[in-house]
Structure formats: structure tokens, C-alpha cells
């Protein structure tokens, strides 16, 4: 999916039908739409705990549902219907409890998810006395309340002691994942990131699909051809260039294979290495998007003696604050160490263009000499540049090459995608 993090929509549009039939759209604020659906299904005379944990059940499903584009990636306006038959109980125009309010306004920005995985957990659930599900009962989590037990015992009851809550997630406009226009070879960025992931999973379903490695964020031949026989397979016209029609087909299959609809779902994990800014980096930080920052200064360390590659250890010690501070000179940025979204652009921009062109730099490379395009510069010498002619041989060097293995010996085995 191309929002990685999931957030909370500051409004949902509900169908108030089934999805075939014929009903009018209505689009309200997310927190409105949970007190109503909330008002709906649950009593107000019941134990605060179980009308939060209740409340929680209803966002995460909600949310899920926004989430996989599940509705969406089927042709459809909108993002949840109002029948119980598929979704939520909604009733437009009734009565909000009080006390149910002030419950939903305090965590609307809460959801449930795997320990581990990304989604939100599709937290279905039934009210336990004329129907019962493999979900949250909702007369059940009364009884429980009443027996002491708090809003999260509640739910890890019905769902499993590995689920958890995320609090306080961000708050944004409701968009659709479709980068809003075609991707086609040599585009880069964090959509063609998700179109190489997506392409990767499904393939595992269906191995006519040839897998995409590494999957780095580069429009490539390889991608384009993976495209095509997608297309081919799924009678979509076979011209390599993921428009609309392509893109909410892998979603709806991505979603499909993954589950992560179903409360049995698989779980998505994180990318292993996600070129989306992650927020400012600067020494003393560690994790997962240091060691992706670290990967990129070390390719661009093979172009120039300027910079000298950290070591991926997904540490921001001083040697990836130098190594930052030498690349923010090169290209002119503020030569502080620290990586804020300009400077992280910044490196990508460049890294990109470096990893595409070192596919194709073969024996034509070794006649270019003191001819030889640089593969960095001024933003403005950026513009021009030619990154075909880079000064790199693209010689295999006889054995798989991985993130993280340095010449002198292999350190680790970890794989530039999940």
C-alpha cells in the first residue's frame, strides 16, 4: 500500500446499502462516523470499559477498511458500507449517546493491530446472543467488564494476546493510493518502492510473475516486465506502465493474499528498506531508516572519494554524520549532519539515478575516462546531468552481493526487501 504508516482520516464517505445496490454516499468525519456506529451497536448503560474496547473494535475495523482500500481497489466511492451484512451499523441522523461521545473523542485516533505488523487488525465482531463470530462479542465484553476487566484485557480475550494498541496516530486528509499518475521505466520514488513490494508478494501466489530484486524504488526493465506479465495474467492491457487500472489490481490482490482484510490476516510487515522519508535523522538516532541512510551514502560513496560510506549498522554515529555533512557540501545543501526531508530527498534523488545507471554502465563505461559524467553535483548540475555516462563498471563480481556485505568479508545476510 503506498501509505506505509496507517493514519486517521479526517473524514470516510459511507454507502448506506449493500455495495451492488443502488444508495446514496455520505461523507462525515471520522470521529462522527465511530459515535454513530459506536450509538448503534452498543448501549450506553453498559461498563466504560466495554464500551471502549468496543469503540476500539469499530476504529480498527473502520480504518482497515480505509486502509486496504477495500472497497476502492473494487470500483467503488467510497470507503465502508452501512450494513452489518459487510461492515458497520450506520444509521445517518440518529442520536449520539453522551457519554459514548466523550469515550470516542478521547480515542478515535486509537486503533488495534498484530504485534509486529502494520494494518490495522480487521476487528470484527458480533453481538454474541442472536449471532456469534470468531471476533469481540459485544454482550460478552459487557460480562467481562463487569468482572473487572479493562478495555485491553477485553479485546486481547477475543483477539489474541498478541495484538496492541497505537495511540495516537496521525491525523490526515483521506487520499487514495494512486499516485495520480501513470508510473512507466525510469520513474522513481517510494510508489514504484510499493508496485516492486506488491509485485513481490503476489508473485509468490502466482510464479509466472518474475520477482523484482532489489527492489530499490527504480522504474527498471525488470519491474516493466513484471508488469507486463501481471497484465497479461489478469487481461489488463500488457503495456508495462502501471496506470489506475494496473495499480488497484495489485492492491486487491496484495490485500487478498496478505488477508489483511480478515481477522485471520497474515499481517503485512515493514518494508525492509523504505526510501520514504521517515522524519529528521541526526546523530544519536538508531533503527531501521539510519541503516536504509546509511545504505544509500555507501552506494554513493562508490562515485566519489568525497564521501566515505558508514558502516550499516543502523547506528548515526559521527562517521554517518560526516559522511551526511560531505554529501550537504557536494550538493550544496547546509552542511549540519542532520538528515531533515530536503536533505533525505536529496540523497535519494541521487541514489536512484546512481542505481539505475550502474545496470547500465558496462564495457561503455570504461571508455569514457576524464569524459565521465559525475553522479552528483549542484541541484542545479543535477538537472543536467546524464547519468548513463557514469564512471562505474558494471562487472558482476562472481557471488550475490547483499545489504550490508562489505569486500573483505560477508557481515550479514540481511536482503535489501522483505
Not at 476502492?72 to 458500507?81: E, L, M, N, V, W
Request: charged share 20%; proline share 6%; net charge negative.
Amino acid at each position: 500500500m503506498a501509505e506505509i504508516i496507517p493514519y486517521i482520516p479526517r473524514t470516510i464517505t459511507v454507502h448506506l446499502g449493500l455495495p451492488d445496490q443502488w444508495a446514496e454516499n455520505v461523507t462525515v468525519d471520522f470521529p462522527e462516523y465511530v459515535k454513530n456506529v459506536a450509538s448503534s451497536e452498543i448501549y450506553p448503560t453498559w461498563e466504560p470499559a466495554a464500551i471502549r474496547a468496543n469503540v476500539l473494535a469499530i476504529i480498527s475495523f473502520a480504518l482497515n477498511r480505509v486502509y486496504t482500500e477495500f472497497y476502492p481497489s473494487r470500483g467503488y466511492d467510497f470507503q465502508i458500507t452501512s450494513t452489518t451484512q459487510y461492515d458497520q451499523k450506520f444509521i445517518r441522523g440518529r442520536n449520539i449517546f453522551e457519554n459514548i461521545s466523550q469515550i470516542v473523542d478521547e480515542i478515535f485516533n486509537d486503533y488495534i493491530r498484530r504485534q509486529g505488523f502494520i494494518e490495522p487488525l480487521a476487528a470484527k465482531f458480533c453481538n454474541g446472543t442472536t449471532s456469534t463470530c470468531d471476533g469481540l462479542s459485544q454482550w460478552g465484553s459487557q460480562y467481562l467488564a463487569q468482572e473487572g476487566y479493562n478495555s485491553v484485557e477485553i479485546l486481547k480475550n477475543y483477539y489474541g494476546r498478541d495484538i496492541e494498541l497505537v495511540v495516537e496516530a496521525p491525523i490526515k486528509d483521506l487520499t487514495l493510493s494512486y499516485p495520480g499518475s501513470p508510473l512507466r521505466l525510469g520513474d522513481t520514488g517510494p510508489d514504484v518502492v510499493i508496485v516492486q513490494a506488491m509485485l513481490n508478494r503476489i508473485s509468490q501466489n502466482y510464479p509466472a510473475i518474475p520477482k523484482v530484486y532489489p527492489a530499490t524504488g527504480v522504474f527498471n526493465e525488470s519491474t516493466r516486465d513484471a508488469v507486463k506479465t501481471f497484465q497479461r495474467i489478469f487481461n489488463l492491457t500488457a503495456d508495462g506502465i502501471v496506470g489506475k487500472a494496473t495499480w488497484y489490481k495489485m492492491v486487491y490482490l496484495y490485500v487478498g493474499v496478505l488477508q489483511l482484510s480478515e481477522l485471520v490476516s497474515k499481517g503485512q510487515t515493514f518494508i525492509g528498506v523504505q526510501f520514504q522519508y521517515p522524519g529528521v535523522l541526526r546523530e544519536g538516532d538508531r533503527g531501521g531508516e539510519v541503516e536504509v541512510l546509511q545504505y544509500m551514502l555507501s552506494l554513493l560513496a562508490e562515485f566519489t572519494q568525497t564521501i566515505q560510506a558508514p558502516a550499516m549498522d543502523g547506528i548515526f554515529g559521527p562517521a554517518t554524520a560526516q559522511a551526511v555533512r560531505e554529501y550537504q557540501r557536494l550538493v550544496n545543501l547546509t552542511p549540519d549532519g542532520v538528515v531533515n526531508e530536503e536533505t533525505w530527498n536529496s540523497i535519494y534523488d541521487s541514489f536512484a539515478r546512481a542505481e539505475y545507471f550502474l545496470r547500465r554502465d558496462t564495457v561503455r563505461a570504461q571508455s569514457l575516462g576524464k569524459d565521465a559524467v559525475p553522479v552528483m553535483g549542484t541541484p542545479e548540475e543535477s538537472q543536467r546531468q546524464d547519468f548513463s555516462q557514469t564512471p562505474r563498471v558494471g562487472q558482476f563480481p562472481g557471488q550475490d552481493l547483499r545489504l550490508g556485505q562489505r569486500d573483505e568479508a560477508p557481515k550479514r545476510q540481511g536482503e535489501v526487501m522483505v
